[in-house]
């Protein structure tokens, strides 16, 4: 139903003394799975993503000083009578839309004059819904990307991406608790300076980094950890699992508290502990399962972020567009990739400029932020195709935004 015709039935409510009209407005924030049924006796327009409702007992007498609230339940947004913001709720959804509205301190009639007005308000909310639902997405570059460049002059590197249009950046590079040899208090300096931020990070999480005897972390991870809040990250990745980890299923499940509890390391200090796929998660099976489905099976989410990467799966047999279905909202970060037939070494696929693989990467980064859980897009190119690094990053950069990332 178009604007016109919701503001035409909106003006009649006040007409229909006993009826409990709601608008529902929606724009694919809401998974399609949620339910988004209106009140009993209720008539409904479908619009955008919000939940107008009018109190079917509004034909009463000494009601005119109720109050309308805005409150949330678990995936739709509703305007309330008599009731404040629903208890289990403290999204960012909510926090967002209140600081447009807090409490619409309205009448009845009041309310249902103006009712045409408060929807014309609502078909003003859905970026901000977006914004807070998803919160705000993040475009980055993966600087193993750009590693030889990065090697020789990290500043001078990381000016030139600034340049480009990058805002975030990974790093892929932390050895004796220095980032491109830089400590971590003067590597956010570097980053402040170009305008550049690094809120996430790959270092291997390895056997040598959990005392079993002690159950606890070796001061190595925590180093690491520590660093990675002084720097400003909001994730610490791992990206690899030793092979003794994975020896056997219950080796590997032994290893998914590790996980876990490093999540817990994380949290405390404001942060995240993730993990990024390679190929032999798709490749080897435990006990008839899958080492990735036995991750994702066994990790936390509200601990563990799962960085899909979409291309390096395909040396394993997977196909990216399915696991991201397979697992909807576990993927709060993805490596954005393409992959063609290799053309040296011994891996199948190898990466190449977005958009000219068989990844079909764009479908897949959409699905991700629809229904996957993204919000962090790195992206990632690790072969070039006789190009060079820097000029693959600009041109991948652009391409994304042409996609509208």
Known sequence: ??????????????????????????????PRSSSLKADPGASSVSIVCAKLT?????????????????AQEPNKIKFVR????????????VRSIQKFITCMTYSRRTFLKNSALAVAATTMLPDAIQA????????????????????????GTLKLLSGMGYHYVEHANYIDRKFYGYSA?????????????????????????????????TDAWKWTVEDAAVVGQKYVISPWLDESLRKTYDDLLHYMDVFNKSGELCKKSGMKFG?????FEFSTVLNNKKVFDIILQNTDPELVAQQLDMGNLYNGGAIAIAIVMQYPGRFEL?????EIKATSGTDKYESTILGEGIVNTRQVTDLGKKSGGTQHFIIEQESYQGKSPLDCAKADLEIMKKWGY
Request: include cysteine.
């Open 82 to 93: 008599n009731k404040s913001v629903v208890s289990g709720s403290e999204s960012g959804i």
């Open 132 to 155: 807070a639902a998803w919160k705000k997405r993040i475009v980055g570059i993966q600087l193993y990307s750009v590693r030889d460049d990065m090697k020789k002059d990290p500043a």
């Open 275 to 279: 993990y990024h796929n390679h190929d």
């Open 54 to 70: 009018i109190d079917p007992e509004r034909g009463r007498k000494g009601r005119q000083s109720d109050k309308i609230y805005l």
């Open 334 to 338: 993805m490596h954005v990739k393409d």
């Open 1 to 30: 139903m178009c604007r016109r015709c919701a503001f035409r039935n909106l003006a009649h409510l006040r007409q229909r003394a006993n009826v409990c009209p709601s608008l529902e407005l929606h724009r694919n924030i809401v």
């Open 185 to 217: 208090k003067d590597f956010k300096g570097l980053l402040d300076g170009l305008g550049l931020k690094m809120l996430s990070g790959h270092t291997r999480m390895d056997p040598q980094h959990w005392d079993e005897t002690k159950k606890d972390f």
